[in-house]
């Protein structure tokens, strides 16, 4: 119930094009959905988030589209670049008001990104 | 700029011995986390402390990983004795609970653990 599953394991985009990642879960306690960024040799980084109340999230050329009954998520890069080639990983949480579940966020398995000029 | 500090940065040990990470959280964070990244298990929680108390170290080896806060601007965790499966990047994360950021975790640089 705490898994988060993720595809593809690796997607190549050339430049200017979509990148779509997938993510599903199972736990309906989730409600809080970041996608995280990781470029060699450095931490995961906050990319984007989304709540469970809204179905759609943009920043710049990063977009989470939710679908709450499905329990699946994505995200969408537009206008792929280069420098977008890393690593992404969706999680899941539960922000709730306490306990010692609230606040972990599950990791799903990561997605290579490589955007060819 | 405030970011996650964590030394070493590469470590390089034989089997069976004492493997101790540190980590220096974000001032005024009040939540640390220990993750694992591997290629085959992806990033794995360890251990999670909230104001210093450990919350969940459920994902940890309890028979040789050990993860402490003996203040609030160090957190460590210590691998006695290590084993060659414990090779591994080991991140460090901090956030604040209740914050305006939300559950938003500031991961470190890592620590590279190679076990020969």
């Known amino acids: 119930q705490q898994q988060v599953k993720q595809s593809p394991q690796s997607l190549i985009v050339q430049k200017g094009g979509i990148s779509i990642i997938n993510c599903a879960y199972e736990?309906?306690?989730?409600?809080?959905f970041p996608w995280y960024q990781q470029f060699p040799g450095k931490g995961p980084a906050l990319l984007i988030a989304?709540?469970?109340?809204?179905s759609e999230k943009k920043e710049g050329r990063f977009t989470i589209s939710f679908n709450k009954s499905a329990k699946q998520f994505s995200l969408h890069i537009m206008d792929s670049q280069p420098g977008d080639s890393a690593t992404y990983f969706c999680a899941a949480s539960m922000i709730g008001s306490g306990g010692t579940s609230y606040g972990k966020l599950t990791f799903g398995q990561g997605t290579i990104l490589t955007v060819h000029p | 700029d405030a970011r996650v500090t964590q030394t070493p940065r590469d470590k390089v040990t034989e089997m069976g011995q004492e493997v101790t990470m540190r980590c220096q959280p974000i001032l005024g964070h009040n939540t640390v986390f220990w993750y694992r990244q591997t290629m085959m298990q992806g990033l794995e929680l360890l251990a999670y402390f909230r104001n210093r108390a450990p919350l969940d170290d459920s994902g940890m080896p309890k028979d040789r990983f050990s993860a402490e806060m003996p203040d609030a601007t160090l957190a460590t965790l210590k691998i006695q004795p290590s084993e060659p499966r414990d090779s591994a990047v080991y991140f460090c994360?901090?956030?604040?609970?209740?914050?305006?950021?939300?559950?938003?975790?500031?991961f470190g640089p890592g620590t590279r653990l190679t076990v020969l």
């Open positions: 736990n309906t306690a989730f409600d809080y």
């Open positions: 989304i709540r469970p109340d809204v």
């Open positions: 994360a901090s956030g604040f609970r209740g914050g305006p950021g939300g559950d938003e975790q500031f």
